[in-house]
């Protein structure tokens, strides 16, 4: 891949990913690095692939292990204050984000990959089973259990009756 | 179980929600999870600034002749690595082969001894021809070995 096909991707793709990895972490510093990371890799592996979609979904792929080695690694620091705002955010949006990102770190990172890619990345069940290395077949009952219970958060928390 | 996905949470995904729609999410739990969703995923968070994508590359391009580098280096590493252990070895067999000569030298040594020029006479008339060249060769090595580890490193 040259530079300029490079830059092209990046602009495309470094958006999304970084606020799937940010919802995956709660943490704008760590969102950024393996933002880097996932890039770094993915230009090192240089896939020979032409479609821009499968580039995509190795990408995310990539980032998906290196969020889930992050967890690995700060197993031992969880239960401390996950979610960090950034500075410049205004106070409503703040507290209301703090909120979203707070309920949203109580699910297990699985979940929350599976919930993100899912609904909002809209990614077929196929490309979730690659993203977190699961078999295509378990992807609906994953995203049904990860499903319930946030739906049972939210129940719990009063956001929904 | 997983059959029992609600019908109508492809519609709450696309949003502009009715209010007939709305009043379905704050009793459908499929539907409220899939709502919050949509909400979580619409919520600003990109004031943030991404890294340049010409210092993302740039980076890579650091990484990827680091890593270079270092596969290239890592077979004179272990030979480096494997000289040290065998020097290591011969400088062990060889002070087991001669330790008594070495041991009853090594106790000569005093200052008087020194003085007087009899410590030398006494390692050369111990210490056989062969020995002192094998130390002759043995410290050669270290030497060699060492300047090189330094130079390499420089």
């Known amino acids: ?161 | 179980m997983t059959d029992d996905v609600c019908r109508r949470e492809a519609d709450v995904r696309k949003g502009g929600w009715s209010d007939e729609l709305r009043a379905h999410i704050d009793t459908c739990p499929d539907c409220s999870a899939a709502a919050w969703m949509v909400k979580f995923a619409a919520m600003p968070d990109r004031e943030h600034m991404l890294p340049d994508p010409s210092v993302v590359w740039l980076k890579a391009q650091l990484l990827r002749n680091t890593a270079v580098a270092e596969r290239v280096t890592r077979p004179m590493t272990t030979v480096q690595m494997s000289a040290y252990l065998v020097i290591a070895a011969c400088w062990a067999a060889v002070m087991t082969w001669k330790w008594d000569v070495l041991s009853r030298w090594i106790h000569r040594l005093t200052p008087g001894a020194f003085v007087i020029g009899t410590s030398t006479d006494a390692a050369t008339a111990q210490f056989s021809i062969t020995f002192l060249v094998a130390l002759v060769i043995l410290a050669s090595l270290t030497i060699m070995v060492a300047l090189h580890t330094i130079l390499a490193e420089e």
Do not use: C
């Open chain 1, 1 to 161: 891949m040259d530079e300029a096909r490079f830059e092209a991707f990046y602009r495309a793709n470094a958006g999304s990913l970084w606020s799937y990895i940010y919802r995956m972490t709660g943490d704008p510093a760590i969102a950024d690095d393996l933002l880097q990371k996932s890039f770094f890799r993915f230009l090192r592996a240089n896939p020979q692939v032409a479609n821009d979609d499968h580039l995509r979904r190795y990408l995310f792929r990539t980032a998906t292990n290196l969020a889930f080695d992050h967890f690995r690694e700060t197993k031992r620091e969880r239960g401390r204050e996950m979610v960090i705002i950034e500075e410049g955010t205004s106070r409503d949006t703040a507290d209301l984000r703090h909120d979203m990102m707070r309920t949203f770190a109580e699910l297990k990172p699985r979940e929350r990959a599976l919930l993100w890619l899912a609904h909002v990345e809209e990614s077929e069940h196929v490309d979730i089973a690659e993203a977190l290395g699961v078999k295509t077949k378990s992807v609906k009952v994953l995203l049904f259990r990860a499903r319930k219970r946030l739906a049972e958060l939210l129940r719990k928390k009063g956001i929904v009756s």
